[in-house]
């Protein structure tokens, strides 16, 4: 909650010096984005109580047309802590997560400043839990590859021509139902088969930033300079 509540904040104080960016529109194609973010864990009762999310970013790269339509490819990292305050067991460690993905979505400004990135993410992710439990059972790491999906939301405000900074919404889906085993416990920790089968999932919300490579003002009649 205090980083949402921070996230906000911080995004309204770039509004500010944007609101002077009056007189223009971009014209976007090519982007660079990058998003920082801090996950929350849903659905699965195990995941959501045991693993606590502590980072998300995903760099990418993307290309709007004319007509807003977007498509792009990039990769993220995310990870998450073990709780040991929710476990009766002294387990230590975390999983990580690396990812691939296209990116497909609808882009566009409505203002001289203010845009929307709507899209869908798809790709594969490969999780890899290491905790001191694995470790003492012999094995370095417990790795799992699943099937990613995420819709995503970024709330764009335009700085210059070349660059917008974002409020980024996405709701994440790891296609594999999270278990303690994969930590290494020796048993369910009282979580029925039907809870622990629901897909992992997670809320993401953050930071991001885009830097367009032939990023222009528009020459339409009443948006250009004076």
């Known amino acids: ?89 002294d387990v230590s460690g975390g999983m990580h997560n690396g990812a691939a993905f296209l990116k497909f979505g609808y882009e566009k400004f409505w203002s001289p400043s203010l845009a929307t990135d709507i899209s869908i993410k798809a790709g594969l992710v490969q999780s890899a839990f290491t905790t001191d439990t694995l470790k003492k059972l012999g094995y370095t790491y417990q790795a799992r590859v699943s099937p990613y999906f995420e819709p995503n939301l970024g709330i764009c405000l335009a700085s210059d021509v070349n660059a917008s900074f974002r409020l980024s919404l996405g709701y994440a889906f790891y296609g594999f139902g999270f278990r303690p085993a994969n930590l290494g416990i020796d048993s369910d920790l009282g979580y029925s088969p039907a809870e622990l089968n629901k897909i992992s999932s997670f809320l993401i919300v953050g930071f991001g930033y885009s830097r367009y490579f032939n990023g222009k003002k528009s020459s339409n009649p009443g948006w250009d300079e004076e």
């Open 1 to 89: 909650m205090k980083f949402t509540v921070a996230a906000c904040s911080l995004f309204l104080l770039v509004w500010n010096p944007v609101r002077s960016y009056s007189q223009e529109r971009m014209d976007i194609d090519d982007s660079f984005v990058l998003e920082l973010g801090l996950p929350n864990s849903f659905v699965n009762g195990a995941f959501k109580n045991i693993m606590q999310g502590l980072v998300y970013v995903s760099p990418m790269y993307q290309y709007t047309l004319k007509s807003g339509l977007s498509f792009g490819a990039g990769v993220h990292y995310s990870y998450f802590n073990v709780n040991q305050f929710r476990i009766n067991q």
